[in-house]
């Protein structure tokens, strides 16, 4: 079983930055990706990004490339979610989500192990 616990969520203003991460535990050898998803109150669970454990090539949404970054550190186990430019529609609850096996979609049923979430929310 593995365990991922996110940190690091807070109230920023527009244009400001934030960076989230994921901690990984337990049985954490053998995770193939990792993602970041997000949801705002009444609506879906939306895919934000994901990074290869291996590799660390990373693949995002549209509505955040080039304003999110994502990283790891295999050390640690921890993968970091970096927000710059935030706009008040990121506003959500982020989850970090892994597998453990070959997985290069975006949805959240491809993903076996979920964090709690943490609350980022972004004042205009």
């Known amino acids: 079983q593995v365990q991922l616990v996110e940190s690091g969520g807070g109230l920023v203003q527009a244009g400001g930055s934030l960076r989230i991460s994921c901690a990984a535990s337990?049985?954490?050898?053998?995770?193939?990706?990792m993602a970041w998803f997000r949801q705002a109150p009444g609506k879906e669970r939306d895919f934000v990004g994901r990074?290869?454990?291996?590799?660390?090539?990373?693949y995002y949404a549209d509505s955040v490339k080039g304003r999110f970054t994502i990283s790891r550190d295999n050390a640690k186990s921890t993968v970091y979610l970096q927000m710059n430019s935030l706009k008040p529609e990121d506003t959500a609850v982020y989850f970090c989500?892994?597998?453990?096996?070959?997985?290069?979609?975006?949805?959240?049923?491809?993903?076996?192990?979920w964090g709690q979430g943490t609350q980022v929310t972004v004042s205009s």
């Open positions: 989500a892994a597998v453990k096996r070959f997985y290069g979609g975006s949805a959240s049923s491809g993903y076996d192990y």
């Open positions: 337990g049985r954490s050898l053998g995770i193939y990706t």
């Open positions: 990074i290869s454990w291996s590799d660390g090539s990373t």
